[in-house]
């Protein structure tokens, strides 16, 4: 992975950061250097499947501290990380404030967002303890979030547009665009369709996955 700045001020951006709000100790920089090189090994298997132009340079992966959307990429990440690692909590809960604070997104620690996943512009977008599959895309405003205790299950390829929520037991098919201000409430979404409405009157247009396809391949570089 190539780096826009040096890794050293990468680090020296982010203590000054969490520094400007939090005191950090000793104990949580060291908890941050135990998982930074795992952290950068999975933001580049990300990026690597991520089309957007800012996401490579010259055939490699490319990090920019600066761009917006891949240092809320990098703030997940490396709390989601350290949290593997039975690291620090207290850390994890400034990296994700921070993260909050910079971004309006809400992205958890604890929620396993998969290996692979993109956004653009996640301002208001909240994602909750669902089931998450490769090749994940949201945008601002989208919720997934829980009814009753239960979670959404996604397959993979789907495209959550701009201010879409899915909410509670939704069993959500491989190769689906939820469209803009959709709600999917405990409702069940086949694959290769488009989601339009609001349950339980949903407008469910089957059998498009030559769209959906096209779509995909604009987000993602697939095998």
Not at 145 to 172: L, T
Request: with cysteine; net charge negative.
């Amino acid at each position: 992975m190539r780096f826009a700045l040096p890794e050293s001020e990468v680090r020296a951006q982010l203590d000054r950061q969490l520094s400007a709000l939090f005191p950090i100790n000793a104990e949580e920089r060291s908890a941050i250097d135990g998982a930074w090189n795992a952290t950068f090994d999975r933001l580049e298997t990300r990026f690597s499947r991520i089309k957007n132009k800012y996401y490579s340079r010259d055939g490699e992966t490319f990090f920019d501290s600066l761009h917006g959307c891949q240092w809320t990429q990098f703030l997940f990440t490396l709390s989601n990380e350290i949290n593997h690692r039975g690291g620090v909590r207290s850390v994890c809960d400034k990296i994700y404030a921070l993260n909050r604070t910079l971004s309006s997104a809400d992205l958890y620690y604890e929620v396993e967002l998969p290996d692979v996943f993109t956004f653009d512009h996640p301002l208001g977008a909240v994602m909750g303890r669902a089931e998450y599959s490769d090749y994940f895309e949201f945008s601002q405003g989208c919720t997934v979030g829980n009814n009753n205790g239960v979670y959404p299950r996604f397959g993979e390829r789907v495209f959550m547009m701009s201010d879409s929520k899915v909410i509670g037991d939704c069993e959500i098919g491989s190769n689906v665009i939820i469209g803009a201000n959709a709600c999917v409430k405990d409702q069940d979404i086949p694959r290769n369709v488009l989601v339009f409405g609001e349950s339980p009157n949903l407008v469910i247009k089957e059998n498009r996955k030559e769209t959906v396809d096209a779509y995909a391949k604009g987000v993602f570089v697939y095998d």
